[in-house]
């Protein structure tokens, strides 16, 4: 029975779902060291932003397929890692984008307000309205800081509010910002002109401490900071003293560079300052939505599916992968084909993608080419996930080459490695939907179905030659499916291909290579 442990507190209908597949531990809490010591028991692990999965997570959960990150950030996973042990990771693109986005907006009404300062006052017995005098957002500037989805309903509302907006985000278009109301500019002239700074970026090395003591210089004294986006993007020793020099207006901040935020600065400022313990998810909505989304991921990947947001398979959309799926089987028998045909060490793979193929997507084909390649040497340690980090590893140069003109099928591919043994080519097609054909091996015409056992022999083509090869693997007690030969010249250089029913014991390959006219000889188990 599938195991799938659940380490952080997630929505019941998430759990509902995993529970069609697997059976599910629900373990919030554990010590970094306690998930290292039970990891190993699970196909599976869901996390939201609490759990640290790290390399060691990762070494250990021997047989861990998939990790769920319940939400969008993956910083708390080691991705490298987990794509180098073939572990899928998917996560929840948009499931929590209103949340976060409206997490933002309220940070930014709630400091203009003082509605937590007054709040407490008011708790505290008092009624005091002079010290709370906020300001209006109306006709003030936002500076938009990653425009992608969430920073781009922050622009949408905060537009609507009467806001003016200032956008920076090297990788949208000037279009797409002019659509949200935003003038793109520098990140410079965002600090110099903006009344509120919102960031919805994710941490990378660019964009960590992006906001420091030098940034905030640059920044007007009443201006006021949002981060809902990620701890570390912030220097937050540099906010703190900003904001109680006054250097700063206010700051939203919902999280920090270590979670859960201990002893802080921050805690020790005044009305200025609204704090929220990593709230931006958090409603019941968006816990629902990524509830639903990471489990039916999981459980789609322990059945064998593809995910549908992987973050560490770029290019494998589902419905990319659903369309070529039997191209892409096809891509992968060629692999695991021609791969054993070379032997030794690959050192080139040219993939070549003919006819329909060649305006396909090619990413997933060369992928499952790789896999095909790699799965005699690495067996069901390669798969989709690492196959090409495996690939690059190798030293195995990929190249790939499209030709719409060739019409003998619909589609085909065409593999050709190169190894410290030698050079090998096969092409395969499709017939019909679904049946898959060897077309050539090494250049030489054949039209034969994979199959388990095969046996292939580059041989002169004489009479009698079949005969004896039959024979002899007749006395070692193989029975022959099928024989087909493949001949560019009569009497000259050919190849057969048998399709064996059982496999070949190991000391008749040299044997075959003795028989008079055979140039060489292999075996593949597919
Ligand atoms: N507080 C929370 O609970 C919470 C909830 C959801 C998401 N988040 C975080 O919010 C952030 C934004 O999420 P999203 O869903 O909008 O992501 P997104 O990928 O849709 O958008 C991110 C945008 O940032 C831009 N960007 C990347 N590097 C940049 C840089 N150096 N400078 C400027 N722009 C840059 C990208 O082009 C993209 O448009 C992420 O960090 C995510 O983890 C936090
Ligand atoms: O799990 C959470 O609540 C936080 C999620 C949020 O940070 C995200 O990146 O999606």
Known sequence: MLKVLVSDPIDQVGINILSQVATVDVKTNLSPEQLVEVIGEYDALMIRSGTQVTAEVIESGQKLK??????????????????????VVVNSPEGNTIAAAEHALAMMMSMSRYIPAADASMKEGKWNRKAFTGVEVYKKTLGVVGLGKIGAHVATVAHAMGMRLLAFDPFVSAERADQLNCQLVEMDVLLRDSDYVTLHIPKTPETANLINAESIAKMKPTARIINCARGGIIDEAALATALAEGRLGGAGIDVYGSEPL???????????????PHLGASTEEAQVNVAIDVAEQIRDVLLG????SAVNI???????????????????????????????????LNIT???????????????????GLLSHA?????????????AKERGIHVTETKDESSRDYSGSLRLVATGNLGEHSVDGALLGDEEMRVTSLDDFPINVPPSRHMLFTLHKDMPGLIGRIGSLLGSFNVNIASMQVGRKIVRGDAVMVLSLDDPLPDNILNEIKQVAGITDAYTVTL
Not at 269 to 276: A, D, F, H
Not at 356 to 363: G, I, K, N, T
Not at 379 to 384: A, C, D, G, I
């Open 66 to 87: 998939i990790i769920g990150r319940a939400g969008v950030g993956v910083d708390n996973v080691d991705v490298t890692m987990a794509t180098r042990k073939g572990i």
């Open 262 to 276: 201990g002893e802080s600065p921050l805690r020790d400022l005044g009305r200025e300052i609204v704090l929220t």
């Open 305 to 308: 599916n593809s995910a549908r």
């Open 314 to 348: 770029p290019g494998l959309r589902p419905d990319v992968v659903e369309k070529l799926k039997p191209y892409l089987q096809l891509a992968e028998t060629l692999g695991n084909l021609v791969g054993q045909l070379a032997g030794g060490r690959i050192e080139a």
């Open 353 to 371: 993608l003919r006819g329909d193929l060649a305006s396909a997507q090619s990413q997933p084909i060369v992928v499952a080419a790789l896999k």
């Open 378 to 390: 690495l067996q069901e340690r390669v798969n989709y996930v690492n196959a090409s980090i495996e």
